[in-house]
């Protein structure tokens, strides 16, 4: 099972860029799905989160500037970025709770990355 994560740049502040990560293998159900973040020298962070059901949260930070979604069909997941701050420059990781065929319990699944970098 694979996690990959594609959409990042350089943009500059108050543009909007749009991530993407789709996971592929043998994949019998996906849970939760989220897009994590980790700035130099910061711990990696929550930004988002949906379940299956489509219920979602947010980081304060990004609250009313990003929207997260899925489509199950695809088995990925989308964060749609708008007023892109300087602040927001991170590596962007997406994460999914996955049952992979043949396995008995849900496990954690990390995509490689993608830089997004906000220019002042």
């Known amino acids: 099972v694979q996690l990959q994560a594609s959409g990042g740049g350089l943009v500059q502040a108050g543009e909007s860029l749009r991530l993407s990560c789709s996971a592929s293998?043998?994949?019998?159900?996906?849970?939760?799905m989220s897009w994590y973040r980790q700035a130099p020298g910061k711990q990696r962070e929550l930004v988002a989160s949906?379940?299956?059901?489509?219920?979602?949260k947010y980081a304060d930070s990004v609250k009313g500037r990003f929207t997260i979604s899925r489509d199950n069909a695809k088995d990925t997941v989308y964060l749609q970025m708008n007023g892109l701050k300087p602040e927001d420059t991170a590596v962007y990781y997406c994460?999914?709770?996955?049952?992979?065929?043949?396995?008995?319990?849900?496990?954690?699944?990390w995509g490689q990355g993608t830089q997004v970098t906000v220019s002042s």
């Open positions: 994460n999914a709770d996955l049952l992979h065929v043949g396995a008995t319990w849900f496990n954690e699944y």
């Open positions: 949906i379940s299956k059901k489509e219920s979602t």
């Open positions: 293998g043998p994949i019998f159900s996906i849970d939760a």
